[in-house]
């Protein structure tokens, strides 16, 4: 069965610091691994995607790793902000026979303070 | 920057009722879904569409669950006989490619509460 597990299952932290959050994945066939951010009451916002052959992937303070022969990711926030505070979810894409089908992660909860 | 919208955000609705969550796309995307949330809980996949057909679905989405697209804008879904295990929240996405590293925008989603 495909499945998506994160760690932690929440963050606590002080504003400007630094953060990593986990993901291990079985999914089969892969096609693609993304992060996505969801605030609260929320749809999820898109920060990476990564393909098999990526190992790594910048949007600004977001950083993601991808090693597809141990089947984990991880996100790594920098100089973390108040706005960060949100959901963060591991999302895999599944190639299908009608495309890409998305099996998200539990997510982080991830809340930042002052 | 173009989104996704999605109507109504909230709606409430007794056990048995039908609903249509309703959806606008982005205006040159093709490919279109629902997800929904279940509070506390991990988004999950209930249907894919393409070229006004269903290219792939959950197993969540029975006979109960229908999608359509009744003109060039808008994206429905439709829950004939609402169950109380139906509220949740209802996100539409959609994608200008339905393969590869193909970028999904999510609506702000459909609170679905079912009494």
């Known amino acids: 069965k495909n499945q998506v597990e994160q760690s932690p299952q929440s963050l606590i932290i002080l504003e400007g610091k630094n953060c990593t959050l986990q993901c291990n994945y079985t999914v089969s066939p892969f096609s693609n691994l993304r992060w996505y951010k969801q605030d609260t009451g929320r749809g999820p916002v898109s920060l990476t995607i990564m393909t098999f052959s990526e190992n790594t992937k910048s949007n600004g303070r977001y950083t993601a790793t991808l090693d597809a022969d141990t089947k984990q990711s991880s996100l790594h926030i920098t100089a973390s902000q108040l706005s960060d505070s949100a959901s963060y979810i591991c999302v895999v894409s599944v190639i299908t026979g009608g495309g890409n089908k998305l099996t998200f992660g539990t997510g982080t909860q991830l809340k930042v303070e002052l | 920057e173009p989104e996704v919208t999605q109507t109504p955000s909230h709606q409430v609705t007794q056990m048995g009722q039908e609903v249509i969550l309703r959806c606008v796309p982005i205006s040159n995307h093709l490919y279109f879904y629902w997800y929904r949330q279940i509070l506390g809980q991990k988004v999950e996949f209930l249907v894919s569409f393409y070229n006004n057909e269903i290219s792939e679905k959950s197993e969540i989405f029975d006979d109960q669950f229908s999608v359509e697209r009744p003109d060039g804008s808008n994206f429905t879904l439709k829950i004939r006989s609402t169950k109380l295990e139906d509220s949740a929240m209802y996100f539409c996405?959609?994608?200008?490619?339905?393969?590869?590293?193909?970028?999904?925008?999510f609506g702000a989603g459909s609170r679905l509460t079912v009494l």
């Open positions: 996405a959609s994608s200008k490619t339905g393969t590869g590293a193909n970028v999904l925008t």
